[in-house]
Nanobody, 124 residues
Framework: VQLQASGGGLVQAGGSLRLSCAAS????????MGWFRQAPGKEREFVAG????????RYADSVKGRFTISRDNAKNTVVLQMNSLKPEDTAVYYC??????????????????WGQGTQVTVSS
């Protein structure tokens, strides 16, 4: 599976951005998908994830209520809608894919494929 993320950019606090991830491969629908992020000087952290069917989602506490993850298996895409952005959301965001086990895994070890990352910068 190859992952191509897009949609990052610069936005003011309180604004919105929509990240998209296009996946190649015929077995996209069998993978759990997610987003991680890494800010300068910090460890990579889980942001949101969705199971292969889209029926289960999970969010980091820091983004719950502001971010929404969704997927379209027919189009091989996963989207992260980010609203009410804060300066602390500034990071490089990575799209990830991993073998689905029915629950959303929140650790980096749970994902086998990583996209190249897209920068999100939120100004105060």
């Amino acid at each position: 599976v190859q992952l191509q993320a897009s949609g990052g950019g610069l936005v003011q606090a309180g604004g919105s951005l929509r990240l998209s991830c296009a996946a190649s491969g015929r077995t996209f629908s069998s993978y759990a998908m997610g987003w991680f992020r890494q800010a300068p000087g910090k460890e990579r952290e889980f942001v949101a994830g969705v199971t292969w069917s889209g029926s289960n989602t999970r969010y980091a506490d820091s983004v719950k209520g502001r971010f929404t993850i969704s997927r379209d298996n027919a189009k091989n895409t996963v989207v992260l809608q980010m609203n009410s952005l804060k300066p602390e959301d500034t990071a490089v965001y990575y799209c990830v894919a991993g073998r689905s086990i029915g629950v959303v895994v929140t650790t980096t070890s749970g994902y086998d494929y990583w996209g190249q990352g897209t920068q999100v910068t939120v100004s105060s």
